[in-house]
């Protein structure tokens, strides 16, 4: 057993997590987001999730979150929340939702590097949220 492993071990067996990297703090969140959005609409969800990357990338992340909103059933409300959520998260904030209005209004006046960034932390969330849903 590797020193890593040992150190590991002994503080999971502590009761003291170690630190989650990016990759495990977004398979986490998503694992919930998963759970909670196939609870709400299964297969929609589930296929929403499928099509969300794609959306995305044609039409861009903010006229996929307002579709979203304009569509109005709960897997696309719920899905659109899951994405502001995880946002905000990566932003620095306290992970919950701000609701649409407010996410458009902080999207509308972002730098483009920023943007860009909000939107790659769409994609890589979708991606784990993607392969849950379609497990679940």
Request: with cysteine.
């Amino acid at each position: 057993m590797s020193t890593t492993t040992f150190k590991v071990s002994q503080a999971a067996a502590q009761g003291k997590a170690a630190p989650a990297t990016l990759e495990q703090q977004r398979a986490q969140f998503a694992w919930q987001c998963a759970q909670e959005g196939t609870q709400v609409a299964l297969d929609e969800y589930r296929n929403l999730a499928k099509a969300a990357p794609a959306l995305i990338m044609n039409n861009g992340l903010m006229q996929t979150l307002a579709f979203y909103q304009d569509k109005g059933k709960p897997h696309h409300l719920t899905l659109a929340a899951h994405l502001r959520r995880w946002i905000v998260t990566r932003a620095g904030g306290n992970g919950q939702d701000p609701g649409f209005q407010p996410m458009m209004d902080v999207l509308l006046r972002m730098p483009p590097e920023q943007y860009r960034r909000a939107t790659d932390e769409a994609l890589l969330i979708l991606r784990w949220i993607r392969q849950f849903a379609a497990a679940l």
